[in-house]
């Protein structure tokens, strides 16, 4: 039997009424059923969420039917809302985990199917594979069970839930909102038409703090962008910023769980530069110590970081599925991943670029710096790295001939610099010899081809990048 459906680095992603169908969701949803009673952990019930895609809202309620049909319980999100809220309601609740109707920062044709597991967290690679066959197998034989969802309603199998509240109150535990609302700054959020429309405001009302929202309606078509907050997506972001003359910009994806910035003169910081300023915020400021986790598509920033002030780091294969586990293991202070996403200690072990966001505030009221400052601060202690990113697009067929132009033995420098080692953990990741690096790998979510590299300054980034692509062929 050939798959239709197939999970990657986090859930099921495809292209909406070509795979993402209505038939094809319920049987991921029955899959999942299937899965939680071989598990035993049927009588938890799950959470179903959605973000702002088309039909997303139809979608989850498609998956709703299913699993009560299964008589398993559901708590069905009455509203749009994050993927990290949706996650934390998942432990609020006690439920078994989650489903989430989104594409995350995908362009707005394609929708998805994300699996959280009881603790909120991206469900592991072993619970993927067996949900993922149990679906193919219920799109192969028809056996998908349902309930209409007037029925569950009625029955009680089905429960509306907003999960807010029980977020906002965590948040409260974490951080203190009231310095944050009370402080003077003038804040340009990006919700890149996502689920994250709203939060910000709704968090931060009250106080002296001026919070402007842009794209901030629902748009499927996320018109003029792909909801994806690094700098080529932001250029909105970067001129109300800079013709308001706020003290910063904060952007969400398409399902809040990741976070870009741009600074007080309209610069973007890269992810890496956040990362470890976040990391440097909980280390110096509130200093508190505890291990660092990242994927190995992330700064060396964080290795000198975790030296200066005594900390393990530990690196990951991509993806949050990776990192969550390490992070519960080791009690980790933060963990995060290139992409832009972030999770903390004494939160659900997942990524949320909300309170990425307002941890990020925080370390601009308690340190008295503007974003730049912040980055100047953190390259005198590091010094200074850049980052880049190119990505294109390849056919299945092609990955096994770009897969073999890249481990020749012959490949002993690259633009110029002399290759120091090959780490092929996830990809092929190249050290070169004066501490800069190239990682080139095949994206778990999409058919693309990822190119990656940090070096000393911007010039050296892009030398680097087009080394990559010379070694490809492309």
């Known amino acids: 039997m050939d798959k239709v459906i ?21 049987a991921c949803a029955q899959g999942l059923a299937n899965y939680l009673k071989q598990a035993k952990l049927a009588e938890r019930g799950l959470v179903i969420g959605y973000d702002t895609r088309f039909a997303s809202e139809d979608f989850a309620a498609a998956a709703a039917e299913v699993i009560a049909g299964n008589k398993i319980k559901v708590t069905l999100c009455s509203k749009v809302a994050p993927t990290p809220v949706i996650s934390y309601a998942v432990t609020a609740t006690k439920s078994a985990g989650a489903i989430i109707i989104t594409a995350s920062h995908n362009p707005g044709r394609w929708n998805g199917f994300k699996l959280k597991d009881e603790a909120g967290a991206s469900a592991p690679s072993e619970v993927a594979a067996e949900v993922e066959k149990n679906a193919n197998e219920a799109l192969s034989t028809g056996e998908v069970k349902r309930l209409p969802l007037a029925d ?42 996502g689920a994250g429309i709203g939060y910000f405001k709704g968090l931060l009302k009250g106080g002296k703090i001026e919070v402007l929202e842009i794209n901030n309606e629902r748009n499927p078509s996320f018109p003029g962008i792909q909801p994806e907050p690094i700098a080529k997506n932001l250029t909105k972001l970067s001129n ?77 294969p991509v993806g949050f599925k990776y990192v969550a586990p390490m992070m519960i293991e ?43 400052q912040l980055l100047d601060y953190l390259f005198s202690k590091v010094g200074p790295h850049y980052y880049d990113r190119l990505d294109f697009h390849v056919s299945p067929g092609d990955r096994q001939k770009l897969a073999q132009k890249l481990i020749q033995p012959t490949i002993d420098s690259i633009a110029g610099t002399k290759v120091a080692k090959l780490d092929t953990t996830d990809g092929y ?44 062929g492309l």
Do not use: C
């Open 6 to 26: 197939k999970f990657g680095t986090d859930g099921w992603r495809a292209v909406i009424a070509e795979d993402f169908t209505f038939d094809n969701v319920r």
């Open 240 to 316: 109300t910023v800079t013709e308001y003359k706020a003290n910063v910009g904060i952007a969400n994806d398409g399902d809040a769980d990741r976070i870009g910035i741009i600074d007080e003169k309209g610069n973007f910081l890269n992810q890496h530069q956040v990362f470890a300023l976040l990391a440097l915020y909980f280390l110096e400021v509130r200093g508190e110590r505890g291990a660092i986790v990242e994927t190995l598509t992330d700064s060396t920033m964080l290795h000198i970081l975790g030296k200066q002030f005594d900390v393990p780091v530990y690196e990951t």
């Open 429 to 472: 990741k190249y050290y070169l010899a004066d501490d800069s690096w190239l990682l080139i790998r095949f994206s778990g979510t999409e058919p693309l081809i990822r190119i990656y590299a940090e070096g000393h300054s911007p010039e050296q980034v892009q030398k680097l990048l087009e080394g990559g692509r010379k070694l490809l």
């Open 330 to 372: 080791k009690n980790a202070l933060i963990g995060g991943e290139e992409s832009g996403g972030y999770g903390f200690r004494g939160h659900v072990p997942e990524r949320d670029g909300i309170l990425a966001g307002l941890y990020f505030l925080d370390s601009m009221i308690k340190t008295g710096k503007t974003p730049s």
């Open 152 to 193: 569950g309603l009625n029955n009680g199998l089905i429960t509306y839930f907003d999960p807010d509240p029980v977020y906002f109150k965590q948040l409260e535990r974490l951080i203190d909102l009231e310095t944050i609302r009370h402080s003077n700054l003038k804040v340009i959020v990006d919700s890149m038409y």
